[in-house]
Every structure is written in C-alpha cells, then in structure tokens.
C-alpha cells in the first residue's frame, strides 16, 4: 500500500508541478504593471516667432544698412549712403540716360519695411494726364507687380514697392525680388513717351508693351 502511494506521488508531482507554474504565470501577467505610453503631441501657434521683437530704431536702422550695402557691392552696384543709414541712392545709366533708384528704411511704432522708388517720368502736361492715367492701370495689370502710379501733384509718374520685414530677419531672395521687379518697371518709360509726347493710344501702348 506504501509503495503504491509512493508511486502516485512521483506520477502526481510532475503534473502539480506544472500546473503550478501555469497559475503562478496567469497571475503575474494580470497583476502585472504595464507600460505607459506617453505620446508626444507637436503644437503650433499660428505665429511667426519674431527675432527682433526688442530691436530699437537705431538698431534696425543698421540692420538694414549693413544688409542692403552688402547687397549692392555684391551686384557691384554704385551707391550713396545717408549718414543716418536710413537711404540709399543707386545711381544706373541705360541708353546714355542716368537714372536713380532709391531705397529708403522706416522704421514707425515697431512696424518695420523698405521702401524701393524711382522716378519714371516728370513733367506730364495737364493735358496728358487722363492718358498718361489710364497707361499707368492698364500697365499695372500688365506687371507683375503694381507698382506705378501717377503722382498729380508733381505731374510725374513713378514706381514705388514696399517690403515689409516687421521683427524677422531680411531676406537677400525677398529683397532681390522686389529690387530687381522695381528696376523692370522702368522698361515701361518708352510706353509714356508714346503716349505723352507722340499722342499714341494707351490701350495699343500696352498691347505694344505686352508683346515684348
């Protein structure tokens, strides 16, 4: 009877053994602590960050000097320079014609910007100026950019771009563009000759214009 118990335990333990184990398992997998995930959640504002928040009027002032003659001695550009470091006068010559194009920094209650001007053409007649008004929007539309505009008081016509750069950094391609779109306006010169000093119609100027 002894050895028959004996036998049962060595058949038994093997299973209880086992099954132990199994349960000892199933318990510490539930009882477990799990992991948690914590995920990482990128939010924007919707606002530019401003590197020149705190940046005084002298200080942009320099900023843009510095920038804007670096620029032309690149483009080997002649220029003159203000003292206040405010403006700046570029002197071109094109078909025995000097012409100048200024640019000009302002800085006004924190909003900052440049301003590109240059004269295309001075001394309209009173009689002219209906003409030489409607030259100026047909080619407006015709432009990439807006830029003329007929100035009564002086009787001139001239082109003017602002870049805007309110606490950011400028930008050499930005300034490019607006400096070299301010200087292809003045192509529009011969389409007012056209029109105020040869009669000719300005819807065909601008169509003449156009076609180049």
């Known amino acids: 009877m002894s050895s028959l118990s004996n036998m049962?335990?060595?058949?038994?333990?093997p299973i209880l053994l086992i099954v132990a184990v199994i349960i000892f398992?199933?318990?510490?997998?539930?009882?477990?602590?799990?992991?948690e995930v914590i995920k990482t959640v990128t939010r924007y504002t919707g606002q530019l960050?401003?590197?020149y928040a705190d940046e005084t009027e002298e200080q942009y002032y320099l900023r843009c000097h510095n920038f804007i003659s670096a620029y032309l001695t690149?483009?080997?550009?002649?220029?003159?320079?203000?003292?206040?470091?405010?403006?700046?006068?570029?002197?071109?010559?094109?078909?025995?014609?000097?012409?100048?194009?200024?640019?000009e920094a302002y800085f006004n209650q924190g909003n900052t910007y440049m301003m590109?001007?240059?004269?295309?053409?001075?001394?309209?007649?009173?009689?002219?100026?209906?003409e030489t008004s409607e030259l100026v929007n047909r080619l407006n539309?015709?432009?990439?950019?807006?830029?003329?505009?007929?100035?009564?008081?002086n009787r001139a016509v001239e082109s003017i771009l602002i870049y805007p750069n309110v606490?950011?950094?400028?930008?050499?391609?930005?300034?490019?563009?607006?400096?070299?779109?301010?200087?292809?306006?003045?192509?529009?010169?011969?389409?007012?000759?056209?029109?105020?000093?040869?009669?000719?119609?300005?819807?065909?100027?601008?169509?003449?214009?156009?076609?180049?």
Not at 80 to 103: G, M
């Open 25 to 35: 398992y199933i318990l510490g997998k539930k009882n477990g602590t799990e992991k």
């Open 116 to 130: 590109f001007y240059t004269k295309i053409f001075a001394g309209v007649p009173d009689n002219k100026l209906v």
């Open 167 to 212: 606490g950011q950094a400028l930008n050499e391609e930005y300034f490019h563009f607006y400096f070299t779109s301010l200087v292809r306006s003045r192509q529009t010169l011969h389409a007012f000759n056209k029109v105020i000093e040869q009669d000719a119609e300005p819807a065909l100027v601008t169509l003449d214009y156009m076609a180049i």
């Open 74 to 103: 690149k483009e080997e550009l002649r220029y003159h320079a203000s003292n206040d470091y405010k403006s700046f006068v570029i002197s071109f010559e094109h078909d025995e014609v000097t012409y100048a194009v200024n640019l």
């Open 49 to 51: 960050v401003s590197n």
């Open 141 to 153: 539309n015709a432009l990439i950019l807006s830029t003329l505009q007929l100035d009564y008081g």
């Open 8 to 13: 049962d335990l060595l058949v038994v333990y």
